[in-house]
């Protein structure tokens, strides 16, 4: 795969993430319950969609899914608490991390575009959260919403520095691996706290399936594939693309309307994103350097 389809790989797998806040709040599930709903089918479909994911699970496979696993969980719980554009957003802040961490973990230096580049990020992410949103019936919780989402930044970082530095070192197929993994694990980890299920609708079956099989599982397909070409940087780069559709779906399709900064925010990291992509096939970087 060329570093072209693997930046389309990548940024169609961020169109399908994008939906997933507007789809967590269409259901009336608890957080526990669509959470470990989504990710028993996601797995599922993983295993039968990706061979090398049922191929055997190290210990290494298992720390991986720790991280991811927690990041499905926490993304969901920051959903039903908070905004959905607070919740990505926040979860978005995996690049910060991964900055800090590349050089000694995936001894991938930082170059002085990447720190341009982070620079508009952050001045993005500032404007966004410039205004606090009240609580509201998709929000009842804002303040805990926001510290679940910060929490899924930091475990969303570890999964793509993880996933990054196995296929460096030759772990072929460690992604699909670890992404059935992390969603068997969350799938176990809120199965107590969810049953018995309570009475569940037409709609509530819906969201969820398609929260694990399209959101989950169809856009790692794209993800994976796109992954093993791109340094974790522009990776985490590229699916900033979620972050600046996330809220528009939860807007268009249940009345979350972001504000006048949270729009500034997104335009400012959406134009952050495409210049970093024209700069690379600008300049014939390799992706996999």
């Known amino acids: 795969m060329s570093p072209g389809n693997a930046r389309l790989s990548i940024l169609l797998a961020a169109l399908l993430f994008s939906t997933g806040g507007a789809a967590i709040k269409a259901t009336t599930l608890g957080p526990w319950a669509v959470a470990g709903l989504r990710s028993g089918l996601a797995c599922l479909f993983l295993l039968v969609a990706l061979p090398e994911a049922r191929r055997r699970w190290s210990l290494g496979t298992l720390a991986l899914g720790v991280a991811y696993g927690a990041t499905m969980v926490l993304f969901v719980a920051g959903n039903k608490f908070t905004t959905a554009a607070n919740t990505i957003f926040l979860q978005s802040t995996a690049p910060l991390y991964l900055l800090l961490a590349g ?12 720190l341009g580049f ?14 606090e949103p009240p609580a509201a019936a998709s929000a009842p919780n804002p303040a805990l919403g926001n510290w679940i989402a910060l929490a899924a930044g930091v475990t ?29 694990l969350a799938f176990f ?20 399936g398609y929260l694990g099989i399209v959101q989950i599982g169809v856009a790692y ?28 779906w939860a807007w ?38």
């Open 103 to 114: 050089p000694w973990l995936l001894a991938e230096p930082v170059r002085r575009r990447d």
């Open 118 to 131: 982070m620079a508009a990020l952050a001045v993005g992410m500032f404007l966004f959260f410039a205004g």
């Open 156 to 184: 969303w970082a570890a999964t793509i520095g993880g996933l990054r530095w196995a296929e460096k070192h030759g772990a072929r197929g460690e992604a699909a691996r670890a992404l059935a993994a992390g969603n068997l």
């Open 189 to 208: 980890a809120c199965l107590p706290a969810f049953l018995p299920l309570p009475p569940v609708s037409g709609l509530d079956w819906a969201a969820v």
């Open 221 to 248: 397909l794209f993800f994976t594939r796109g992954l093993r070409r791109l340094p974790a940087l522009e990776v985490s780069l590229l699916v900033l693309i979620e972050p600046v559709l996330n809220p528009i």
């Open 252 to 289: 268009l399709l249940q009345g979350e309307r972001p504000g006048g900064w949270a729009i500034a925010g997104g335009a400012t990291i959406l134009a952050a994103t495409a210049i970093r992509a024209i700069t690379n096939r600008a300049t014939g970087d390799r992706a996999a350097d």
